[in-house]
């Protein structure tokens, strides 16, 4: 099962919107809507950001937004924040018991 | 409040064994699949396998890269989430986190247990 492929980097300054995108294959991301994104602070544990696909948990953010079209999906900060530096990560089911995360990317805020 | 603590991680040397253990607290532990992920700085976040609630078959799977030599138990009497490593590899070398799952999603996880395999 390979990773699933997000760009290593992105930024964007306070107030504006970043999208993040992870893509996989029919397998896992275009397959099934058990994708997922973690916030990760340096020194932490992830953290649980939006859940199958498009869901936020309590407690986040509605400036967090998670979307998916065909074998890429996609989550969006609007209006960044400092505390929004971090490290996102994706996941998504394989099928068979099986799961498989992003490869990371690491946001900047200017 | 959900806790996972994960206990056991240390330095082994290639070949050798090591047994992490979780322990769960704020929920209903048989009720929860549980989860072993992995973090390595050049690789991120793996995930290493599963242990689903005895009501769901009790199924255990892992990760290709581990199975035949990691073994997930559970004794939900205890609330302990158990993964036993062994024939380790300098690749196996991670932050290992224990992590609950509902619908797949990793919901709640430990601070990790850091496994060092180096001669």
């Known amino acids: 099962q390979s990773a699933l492929t997000q760009p290593p980097s992105a930024s964007g300054s306070p107030g504006q919107s970043v999208t993040f995108s992870c893509a996989g294959t029919?397998?896992?991301?275009?397959?099934?809507?058990?994708v997922s994104w973690y916030q990760q602070h340096p020194g932490k544990a992830p953290k649980l950001m939006i859940s199958?696909?498009?869901k936020r948990p309590s407690g986040v953010p509605d400036r967090f937004s998670g979307s998916k079209s065909g074998n890429t999906a996609s989550l969006t900060v609007s209006g960044l924040q400092a505390e929004d530096e971090a490290d996102y990560y994706c996941?998504?089911?394989?099928?068979?018991?099986?799961?498989?995360f992003g490869t990371g990317t690491q946001l900047t805020v200017l | 409040e959900v806790q996972l603590v994960e206990a056991g991680g240390g330095l082994v040397m290639p070949g050798g064994s090591l047994r992490l253990s979780c322990g769960g607290s704020?929920?209903?532990?048989?009720?929860?699949?549980l989860n072993w992920v992995r973090q390595t700085p050049d690789k991120g976040l793996e995930w290493v396998g599963l242990?689903?609630?005895?009501?769901?078959?009790?199924?255990?799977d892992y990760a290709a890269p581990v199975k035949g030599r990691f073994t997930i138990s559970r004794d939900d009497s205890k609330n302990m989430l158990y993964l036993q490593m062994n024939s380790l590899r300098t690749e196996d070398t991670a932050i290992y986190y224990c992590?609950?799952?509902?619908?797949?999603?990793?919901?709640?996880w430990g601070q990790g247990a850091l496994v060092t395999v180096s001669s």
């Open positions: 992590v609950t799952e509902l619908r797949g999603s990793f919901d709640n």
């Open positions: 996941s998504s089911y394989a099928g068979n018991n099986k799961y498989v």
């Open positions: 199958e696909v498009t």
């Open positions: 242990s689903k609630r005895k009501t769901d078959g009790g199924t255990i």
């Open positions: 704020g929920f209903i532990f048989n009720d929860a699949w």
């Open positions: 029919s397998s896992d991301v275009g397959g099934f809507n058990y």
